[in-house]
């Protein structure tokens, strides 16, 4: 991950809020963002995750605590499986 890119990314976040929130426009249908890296869209939570804590594994997911999806907030994050997030979707009600 090169610094230019980190530098760009957090460019692009509002930090006035408890949730700092991704401001560009690039966003999927049910409210990500994404951030473009080299040609590859990556959602910006994933990105900001990445940026603060490296690389993700294999088959894990960003799940966020404050259920907002334009929040890239790291200490917002966590990660998990699928089964995870739908535990704590269900516990959230």
Avoid at 32 to 60: L, Q
Wanted: positive net charge; contains cysteine.
């Amino acid at each position: 991950m090169e610094q230019a890119d980190v530098d760009r990314f957090w460019s692009k976040i509002d930090k006035t809020g408890e949730c700092w929130l991704w401001t560009a426009k690039s966003r999927s249908w049910n409210g990500y963002g994404f951030f473009s890296v080299k040609g590859k869209n990556i959602k910006a939570h994933r990105f900001s995750w990445e940026a603060t804590n490296g690389p993700i594994p294999d088959g894990m997911k960003i799940l966020h605590k404050c259920d907002q999806p334009l929040c890239v907030r790291p200490d917002h994050l966590f990660i998990g499986t699928d089964a995870i997030n739908m535990a704590d979707r269900d516990a959230k009600g």
